[in-house]
């Protein structure tokens, strides 16, 4: 069970939002049926520069490493659902949500919300 302190909590959420950002960049690049934006490449390097200044500001210990990429692929995967919920031609969306459901009780293990 990890500690988990507010400024942990932090870098998960800009983990979190830096993975959406980056997916959303990809897809406005790739899929025809996503348009594309400047926003979610200023909320990826906004979100990833939060990240460098938390990490350059106090060592992350434990686990924090591991469920920041966790958070990263969570974020990721989400929109990724999102997108093909939205648009249904894209393809299926079953891996990518079972995926996500996955590491999101992994980091509520790790986290220590599963513990009586």
């Known amino acids: 069970?990890?500690?988990i302190s507010s400024q942990d909590t932090k870098v998960?959420?800009?983990?979190?939002i830096a993975g959406a950002g980056a997916n959303a960049?990809?897809?406005g690049l790739t899929l025809e049926q996503v348009s594309f934006s400047v926003f979610p490449i200023l909320t990826c390097v906004l979100a990833f520069y939060c990240m460098l200044s938390e990490y350059q500001t106090r060592a992350l210990?434990?686990?924090?490493?591991l469920l920041t990429g966790a958070s990263f692929l969570v974020g990721a995967l989400?929109?990724?659902?999102?997108?093909r919920v939205v648009f249904p031609e894209i393809g299926n969306n079953f891996f990518p949500l079972m995926v996500c459901?996955?590491?999101?009780?992994?980091i509520f293990h790790k986290m220590g919300l599963f513990a009586k």
């Open 61 to 65: 210990e434990g686990d924090i490493p």
């Open 12 to 16: 998960l959420v800009f983990s979190l």
């Open 25 to 27: 960049t990809l897809a």
């Open 78 to 83: 989400s929109y990724s659902v999102s997108i």
């Open 101 to 106: 459901m996955v590491i999101v009780f992994f």
């Open 1 to 3: 069970m990890a500690r």
